[in-house]
């Protein structure tokens, strides 16, 4: 199923101001196409990846303004998004993410996203 990840845009957000631009976006795709964080980005519930995987991103793409994601969610995440609610994504993201290895610079990663309620992005796509 194909979710809106991300929107080209300004807002605020409780870290701070966030701007994110066609080159963050372009950089997350080719990082993500690369596995450079090396291993499977996971959604959550709520920022608590403690509590076990709503689903894993299988692809990522740029369509126009928007980053967007498949997401193939599990009966965790299924019942979330259904019986409890959550129905927008918030992504987890560094702008200029170093390995933890060898310390290099890979721009802008996608490290995981998070099922919500209430986004800090309030253009954010519904998932449905």
Same mark, same amino acid.
């Given at each position: ?23 963050? *976006? ?33 692809? *990522? ?42 310390? *290099? ?9 998070? *099922? ?13």
């Amino acid at each position: 199923m194909a979710v809106q990840v991300l929107k080209i845009g300004r807002f605020a957000h409780p870290s701070g101001e966030v701007e994110i631009t066609r080159r963050l *976006l372009a950089s997350m795709v080719s990082n993500f196409e690369r596995n450079t964080y090396g291993q499977s980005i996971f959604v959550d519930v709520a920022h608590n990846p403690e509590d076990g995987a709503a689903g894993v991103i299988t692809q *990522l793409w740029v369509d126009g303004d928007r980053l967007m994601a498949d997401v193939e969610w599990t009966i965790f995440g299924l019942e979330a998004i259904q019986d409890r609610g959550f129905r927008y994504l918030s992504a987890e993201f560094h702008e200029d993410w170093r390995d933890n290895e060898k310390r *290099l610079p890979h721009g802008a990663v996608l490290l995981g996203a998070a *099922l919500t309620i209430r986004p800090a992005n309030k253009s954010q796509e519904a998932i449905f």
